[in-house]
T-cell receptor, first 112, second 114 residues
Framework: SAVISQKPSRDICQRGTSLTIQCQVDSQVTMMFWYRQQPGQSLTLIATANQGSEATYESGFVIDKFPISRPNLTFSTLTVSNMSPEDSSIYLC?????????FGSGTQLSVL | AQSVAQPEDQVNVAEGNPLTVKCTYSVSGNPYLFWYVQYPNRGLQFLLKYITGDNLVKGSYGFEAEFNKSQTSFHLKKPSALVSDSALYFCAVRDMGNFNKFYFGSGTKLNVKP
């Protein structure tokens, strides 16, 4: 099983500020994704992190709000910008192998 | 469009009894189906998958799932539940148009009581 390390594990932030989440994966992973898991809801794909180029965003998510970097194969960051209470959620870094996904333990974000 | 549905928010079962967690899917073409489990304060873990072949798929921790094409279902089962099976279970389908994308169900909380 691949190892996905994500930090911070949780944070409490003020409205209007930004938070950057870091993710490190091991070499078994070829793809990197960012998901959001809102309270009581399913997982939603935010974007696919592409190495050395702009991320591919899903409908409803934009780069200005969720800038993503992936400078190399095994590292990516997600920034949640200009936060509001609606951004309170668990943000998950996910690695894609040949047939299945590998999940980090997530970042639980609370916005006051 | 691909989608999965988990009709039960919660399933309660006594330890030692069989358990079933339901999942139905909607895809165009042949589905790639998955079950993941999320234990408290842990990341999701892969349980099992169906790609092709035998309709009964065996996975981790004694779980199995039955693919039923006519009913478009992929129910998760275990013959004898353990208290330690209590967790949140997610069914997922892979997007055949965008192979990187998975669609997840809303999750079913399994409670196994001693």
């Amino acid at each position: 099983s691949a190892v996905i390390s994500q930090k911070p594990s949780r944070d409490i932030c003020q409205r209007g500020t930004s938070l950057t989440i870091q993710c490190q994966v091991d070499s078994q992973v070829t793809m990197m994704f960012w998901y959001r898991q809102q309270p009581g809801q399913s997982l939603t794909l935010i974007a696919t992190a592409n190495q050395g180029s702009e991320a591919t965003y899903e409908s409803g998510f934009v780069i200005d709000k969720f800038p993503i970097s992936r400078p190399n194969l095994t590292f990516s960051t997600l920034t949640v910008s200009n936060m509001s209470p609606e951004d309170s959620s668990i943000y998950l870094c996910v690695g894609g192998g040949q047939e299945k996904l590998f999940f980090g333990s997530g970042t639980q974000l609370s916005v006051l | 469009a691909q989608s999965v549905a988990q009709p039960e928010d919660q399933v309660n079962v006594a330890e030692g009894n069989p358990l079933t967690v339901k999942c139905t899917y909607s895809v165009s073409g042949n589905p790639y189906l998955f079950w993941y489990v999320q234990y408290p304060n842990r990341g999701l873990q892969f349980l099992l998958k169906y790609i092709t072949g035998d309709n009964l798929v065996k996975g981790s921790y004694g779980f199995e799932a039955e693919f039923n094409k006519s009913q478009t279902s992929f129910h998760l089962k275990k013959p004898s539940a353990l208290v330690s099976d209590s967790a949140l279970y997610f069914c997922a389908v892979r997007d055949m148009g965008n192979f990187n994308k998975f669609y997840f169900g809303s999750g079913t909380k399994l409670n196994v009581k001693p």
